[in-house]
């Protein structure tokens, strides 16, 4: 018995073939945004001080904000993994994200120049990578493409890059 995402090929370009990110990448997404949403703690800290309010009084309002801050950057960044997938076959790369500000991102194998992985601090903890696919051209000339799974990125990294090789030979 097997079951349906074993078998649709690698290589189909149907709508179902989106390969989402790996869940451990979940923790990065929500640490990042989480960490962006704090950066509210910073005019609710200057409001407080300037508005006069009392020390203890302030302290509660600091801390409210930056849980409520966290919390709500943690949520972006966990939707935001949810709505984030990518796709590889024979014409390229596809990466799309997001449901309001919704992107799709096709990079055609032969546009590809050269491509980079990098791995921060975190990623390595989560054994995550960012593949940057750099394309010829001026306008957006990178696609950088975070919370990978570390085999994911450098089986593609592989895989577009002999599709280059294969276009430089003809």
């Known amino acids: 018995m097997t079951d ?8 189909s370009t149907d709508a179902t073939d989106w390969r989402p990110l790996p869940p451990r990448a979940k923790t990065l997404f929500a640490l990042s945004h989480a960490a962006v949403g704090l950066l509210l703690v910073v005019p609710a800290t200057i409001l407080c001080l300037v508005s006069g309010v009392a ?14 801050a966290a919390s709500l950057g943690a949520m972006v960044g966990v939707r935001r993994h949810r709505r984030t997938g990518w796709r590889l076959d024979d014409d390229g790369f596809a ?5 309001w500000w919704y992107t799709e ?3 055609p194998a032969s546009r590809v120049q050269h491509l980079d992985l990098r791995h921060g ?7 995550l990578a960012t593949l940057v696919i750099h394309t010829a051209g001026s306008r957006m ?8 799974d570390e085999n994911d990125a450098e089986a593609l990294r592989d895989r577009l890059a002999r599709q280059i090789e294969a276009d430089d030979a003809l």
């Not at 349906?4 to 290589?11: D, F, G, K, M, V």
């Not at 990466?95 to 449901?99: I, K, L, N, V």
């Not at 000339?141 to 990978?148: T, W």
């Open 4 to 11: 349906a995402t074993s078998e649709a090929a690698p290589e």
């Open 55 to 68: 020390l203890a009084t302030a302290i509660v309002v600091v801390l409210v904000v930056i849980a409520i």
């Open 95 to 99: 990466y799309r994200r997001g449901r």
């Open 105 to 107: 991102t096709r990079v």
């Open 121 to 127: 601090p975190l990623e390595r903890r989560w054994k």
């Open 141 to 148: 000339s990178a696609v950088s493409v975070s919370g990978l």
